[in-house]
């Protein structure tokens, strides 16, 4: 079955710097979109960076531009989100998601497949 594994979260101060990656199985990669979400208690799970199939496009959410990079290894099934500068309002679990077709989307209802997400915590 399809399985999608998040790691690399944790407890850090604001400025600071986190990895965030993402492990994929039982599904051709090289035919999903990936995106990386978020959700803070009480509130809505929100996109916040997607990658096309092969990496060439990228889209963000603005209040991380600049800050969020995600990248993919199709060769070894992994998505990752490097994270800098990173703020208290970051905090959240973090979800991994994949979408059949070559492009990313920012609607939450677009991707088939998530995982069971990964704690970020920032303190001030």
């Known amino acids: 079955q399809v399985q999608l594994v998040e790691s690399g979260g944790g407890l850090v101060q604001a400025g600071g710097s986190l990895r965030l990656s993402c492990a994929a199985s039982?599904?051709?990669?090289?035919?999903?979109?990936m995106g990386w979400f978020r959700q803070a208690p009480g509130k809505d799970r929100d996109f916040v960076a997607g990658?096309?199939?092969?990496?060439?496009?990228?889209a963000y959410r603005d209040s991380v531009k600049g800050r969020f990079t995600i990248s993919r290894d199709n060769a070894k099934n992994m998505v990752y989100l490097q994270m800098i500068g990173l703020k208290p309002e970051d905090t959240a679990v973090y979800y991994c998601?994949?979408?059949?077709?070559?492009?990313?989307?920012?609607?939450?209802?677009?991707?088939?497949?998530w995982g069971q997400g990964t704690q970020v915590t920032v303190s001030s």
């Open positions: 039982g599904l051709p990669f090289r035919s999903y979109a």
């Open positions: 998601a994949a979408r059949m077709g070559l492009v990313p989307s920012g609607r939450r209802n677009d991707y088939n497949y």
């Open positions: 990658i096309s199939w092969g990496g060439a496009t990228t």
